[in-house]
């Protein structure tokens, strides 16, 4: 029996693009308004700072009002289906498996309202805004395994990032970068 933590953003839900949307409705530059976002992204999916806080900036930085959730309106991926076949196939083998995302509230209360299916595919979720830490950090990993009382040489990690999956792997987690080939995936679960 093995633990697979699985990443939600562009794994799981794909794909997950609300920037760019955002700079289109306001006329924003996107290679600054992404650039200046990247300040922020950490605070936010940490969960020590509230979407609210930077829309107030977004107004400052940029002389627009802002009068609606624009994280949860654009955020509408489609879920990987074929993938969540496979994480049903895991748990009737006997394996555990959790979503372990780098996320924030807008996101997640998106998912625990309009993806219903996805609570439901798996047995535990981690979002990175309650944990109060992200992925690259070790940290986030050894927390997930430590609640569900796996070693990194019973753990698996699917990511579509390069920087996550090399941490994780430096642990002695067995790692797959998720590229969308959900073909390559079925393999590496050994499906």
Request: charged share 30%.
């Amino acid at each position: 029996m093995s633990l697979y933590i699985f990443d939600m953003g562009d794994v799981v839900l794909i794909p997950v693009r609300t920037l760019g949307r955002m700079a289109e409705q306001y006329g924003l530059d996107y290679k600054e308004f992404r650039s200046d976002y990247g300040l922020y992204d950490k605070p936010l999916m940490d969960g020590f700072m509230a979407p609210e806080d930077y829309y107030r900036h977004m107004e400052l930085k940029y002389g627009i009002k802002i009068t609606e959730d624009l994280f949860t309106k654009y955020f509408d991926p489609e879920v990987n289906s074929r993938l969540i076949g496979y994480v049903d196939q895991l748990r009737e083998r006997g394996d555990r498996c959790v979503i372990g995302s780098n996320t924030f509230s807008p996101h997640w209360s998106c998912v625990m309202s309009h993806y219903r299916e996805i609570p439901d595919h798996f047995d535990a979720l981690y979002a990175s805004h309650l944990m109060h830490i992200t992925k690259p950090v070790k940290a986030f990993w050894l927390k997930i395994m430590e609640a569900e009382g796996y070693d990194a040489d019973d753990t698996f990690f699917i990511d579509d990032r390069a920087e996550n999956i090399e941490a994780a792997e430096s642990l002695g987690i067995k790692c797959h970068l998720f590229t969308g080939d959900n073909d390559e995936l079925a393999r590496f679960l050994a499906l």
